[in-house]
């Protein structure tokens, strides 16, 4: 599959074809099978951005003309101008089947009533709402542009599940006492796996917190969590191959119980915009062994964005396990944290500047200070503000801000 896929791309994909040669392998022979796939170059979302630009309206990394295409998304383009994400019939058909094995695994059940407050429109989060009707769901979509409708039909509906972004989820919850969902599905952005987070959403709603993770540009839902409630199972088996690499060195990291990287993404068998090891960004922990649920499915846990990761003196610090630290002294904060670097980029030096919402009760900037440095090995400088002075948003947050930052 991988071979012949590797020759469409020669055939007719003009960014792979250069990109390819560029790099030493003139033919889909030169590149041989998926053991050597290690040798290829990355590609990266920029990458994506200026082959549309260059060869609009698809880019030059596509391998159909629009009118094949079944469906066209866009992306949100919160980084920058949208970019277009076409999907065939069959790409279409295998990002339902993938997300709907993504969303089964939780338990979802047909006969259950599922409340969704994706605002899918465009994006291709509106992909998994066609894998919502086929796992048999009463499906209500509501949006996130009304939260008192949405917690008015959580009450009157009573569905078994809610599907929302993690922020999304505690808003809802900080507004309204929920009782009768079984489960939450979280999407849309990392958190949803970070244990203090997690635990408070799932006892503000009494109901357990499940969650799914896709990327746009390789399948909406390609990972999602079961029951067992121990990192997201891949559920794109089929048609994309994952690789963890080091996001520094760009090297290849081995798969085991426990080890961390960057996941990079080939499809297999995409045919409209077909990706070849694409940077995902996402930092993960995977876990190979048998999970709980006895499916033998490779699972991860999303520790951050490789975009926010910060190194401060050598060590690696995602702004969201500095989130997941903070979050443990719930309810003396209420969780709502802000890491403001005094320079621009990658590189930082100690103490780093950390924002924290206060709660209810006492708390000392040295307590946190001290946590952080014991699990995360940083130092920090923690500053104290009140609750709910820090911005939020109905759908992500911003782990970092550079508005206090200087140039460089
Ligand atoms: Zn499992």
Known sequence: MYREQIARLFERSAFYRRKLSAAGFASAAAVGGLERIAELPFTEKDELRASQAEAPPLGAHAAIEPREAARIYSTSGSTGAPCYIPLTRNDLEDWRRIARASYSRSGVRAGELMLTTYNA????????????????????????????????????????TLVATPSYAMHISEKAEIRGLKRVLVAGEPGGGEPAFRKRLEERFGARVYEVMGIGDVAASLW???????????????????????PDSGKPVEM???????????????????????RSRDHVVVWVSECKCRNTALRVRCIGRTDDMLIVRGVNVFPSAIREVVGRFQPRVTGAVVVRPRRRGVRQDPPLPVVVERGEGDISHEELREAIRTALLVTTEVRLVAPRSLPRSEYKSKLVDYSEAEGG
């Open 121 to 160: 429109g465009p994006f291709v989060a509106g992909a998994a709402l066609d894998a919502f009707d086929s796992l048999g769901v009463t499906h209500i979509p509501m949006g996130t542009g009304n939260t008192d409708k949405v917690i008015e039909a959580l009450r009157r509906l009573k569905p078994q």
């Open 224 to 246: 999602g969590e079961c029951p067992g409630q121990s990192g997201m199972h891949f559920s794109g088996e089929d048609s994309i191959h994952v690789e963890l690499i080091d």
């Open 256 to 278: 085991k119980d426990g080890a961390q990287g960057e996941l990079v993404y080939t499809h297999l068998r995409r045919e409209a915009a077909p990706l070849l090891r694409f």
